[in-house]
């Protein structure tokens, strides 16, 4: 058996301290919100990350892994240990490169126009199967993010509920970064009340399933105001270390 370096086996250590420590947290959270820890999911945005260190992370209990950038999630792909995880994508995508992970994400968690949602269908059909969506949300109305502005959103999901190929699963957002926790739990709460409220309105072909908000700084607020889903990237793995290109 290959011997680790000190560096790669401190870093898994840390990666075991940090998986227990967030689940702590996402229980007390959950338990907060009225809720089970069964009723949350815990997804790791793995971008930057070694596939051995996120493979350790599985071996930890973690369940669910997503990617923010295509290239990345196609070179480390074979080396994920998808035995014993789910794999989605949850970065911003581009149209012509649907095609290269349309048959290797459960879970697409970045539409936000209905020409990707066309796209994404398109090269599911092309597959054989109906791939599973959230709709992106701009919830606070960023030119600098993607995502569907709140006021157009009940459009885009009634014509994305007439696009065979895709089933719409949820929302998802990033909000705006804020100095104050009270202040990005509005941001929060004014997602929570769009997911409500477009689950009462039973619209065809849309389920409210997953409402994917909160990530490394603040989960455990996003939990409390209703998220059902959380990707943490920096508090499970570290802090980022950008390669230069």
Known sequence: MEK???????KLRDVE???????????????????NREDIIFLAATKTVDAQ???????????YIG???????LSKYEDYDLAH????????????????IIDKVSLIQSVDSVKLALEV?????????????LIEVNIGDEDSKSGVSAENLEELLYNASQIEGIKVRGLMTIPPICEEKSEICKYFE????LFIDISGKKIDNISMDYLS????????EAIECGANMVRVGSALFGKRIYKEC
């Open 17 to 35: 301290y940090n998986y227990r420590l967030i689940e702590d947290n996402i229980y007390n959270a959950a338990q907060k919100s009225g809720r």
């Open 4 to 10: 680790l370096s000190s560096e790669l086996e401190k």
């Open 67 to 73: 990617e923010n950038r295509v290239q990345e999630l």
């Open 85 to 100: 995880c789910d794999l989605q994508f949850i970065g911003h995508l581009q149209t012509n490169k649907v095609r290269q």
């Open 190 to 193: 004014n997602m929570h009340r």
């Open 213 to 220: 908000m909160g990530m490394s700084d603040d989960y455990r």
């Open 53 to 63: 260190v996120i493979n350790h992370a599985v071996k930890c209990g973690l369940r």
């Open 121 to 133: 269908a398109r090269q599911a059909k092309l597959h054989d199967k109906v791939q599973d969506i």
